[in-house]
């Protein structure tokens, strides 16, 4: 028996609705409760806030449950997805981004940003671009009916490079050769957000099904977690805008100006993924992750990495924040683009 189809008919028909009551609602708690936003702020370990993790790792979860881990031998056939994930993640995107963000905030926003915060503009983009997704890509892949075994592997490889190629990257980029990084963040965001989910996925596939069998796991078990991934998803957003509801608030403009380069950033590099991965004829349940890996952002590393160097209320840091409140209605465009061009 297959699998039930990966969909989730009441909450995706509203999406876009749901996406913008929730930032509506987290601006709103933000700016008119902002004692409530800060206390939920400051629990934290690592840089990492806790009601976010738990709510990112609730968006995984249900994903992990559907991987077959035997299968995963069989990814080494089409290396491939592999090669177009590393290829775009650490070849092109992060200097397309420094060039955007270079053209952006040094040139045509002159008359609009001090020169002497430029670069701190520039390096909160360049920490965004550095770094690929590796929590909410399964939520997108999940989304666009990917490949969950594959994904997993494509997001493992890119969180192994990640461990040795972005300090050097963002230290070329910004011209910096004593960058700090918290290693302590980008360990315990891996652990987190993949290492934890994982094995609670697998540990409960392999008893479920042994005890159950797979057509029930199937039919009965997986179908309870449909709405998860989304109400978790719609919950993040909340946080995420309430935690910055009185910057937003206070700072419209400055917030679109710097919106722009990141959406067109993540327009372009899915494009190149999407069109470069059917010129390399990937099925499109590999081709459709590592486009959305390529566009979206680990915004969890980014955004301590621009507070722990700059400061909390630097531009790096609002840059990297503005990150995070763009990439999901951004991504939620190309799940739609995705699934409209199945092929």
């Not at 189809?5 to 509506?24: G, N, P, R, T």
Request: one cysteine or more.
């Amino acid at each position: 028996m297959n699998p039930p189809k990966k969909q989730i008919a009441f909450f995706e028909k509203y999406l876009s609705l749901w996406v913008a009551l929730c930032i509506a609602a987290g601006i709103g708690i933000g700016h008119f409760a902002p004692g409530f936003s800060e206390t939920l702020s400051r629990l934290e370990v690592a840089k990492i806030n806790l009601p976010v993790a738990v709510l990112i790792w609730l968006m995984i979860y249900p994903m992990m449950l559907q991987i077959d881990f035997s299968s995963i031998r069989n990814v080494g056939k089409n290396p491939r997805g592999l090669m177009l994930t590393v290829i775009v993640n650490w070849l092109i995107k992060p200097f397309t981004m420094a060039f955007f963000a270079w053209i952006f905030f040094s040139h045509l926003y002159k008359a609009y940003i001090s020169p002497d915060l430029v670069g701190e503009y520039i390096a909160g983009a360049i920490l965004l671009g550095a770094a690929p997704c590796t929590a909410m890509v399964f939520v997108w892949s999940y989304l666009t009916d990917g490949d969950a075994n594959y994904t997993l592997v494509q997001v493992s490889v890119n969180d192994l490079i990640l461990l040795f190629a972005f300090v050097p990257i963002v230290g070329l980029l910004l011209g910096i050769t004593d960058i700090q990084i918290p290693y302590d963040t980008l360990i315990a965001s891996v652990g987190l957000f993949v290492v934890v989910p994982l094995l609670a996925g697998f540990i409960t596939n392999r008893l479920l099904i042994k005890s159950k069998g797979k057509e029930w796991f199937n039919s009965r078990f997986l179908p309870r977690f449909k709405p998860v991934s989304i109400s978790a998803l719609l919950a993040t957003l909340v946080l995420l805008f309430a935690f910055q509801g009185e910057i937003i608030t206070s700072n419209p403009f400055i917030i679109l100006l710097v919106a722009i380069p990141l959406i067109l950033q993540t327009y372009i590099i899915f494009i190149i993924t999407w069109i470069s991965g059917k010129k390399l004829k990937l099925p499109h349940a590999i081709n459709s992750p590592a486009a959305m890996i390529g566009a979206s952002n680990f915004f969890e590393l980014a955004v301590a990495v621009a507070i722990a160097l700059f400061g909390l209320h630097s531009p790096a840091a609002l840059v990297t924040v503005v990150g995070v409140l763009v990439e999901v209605p951004v991504m939620l465009s190309l799940v739609a683009f995705a699934n409209r061009n199945k092929y």
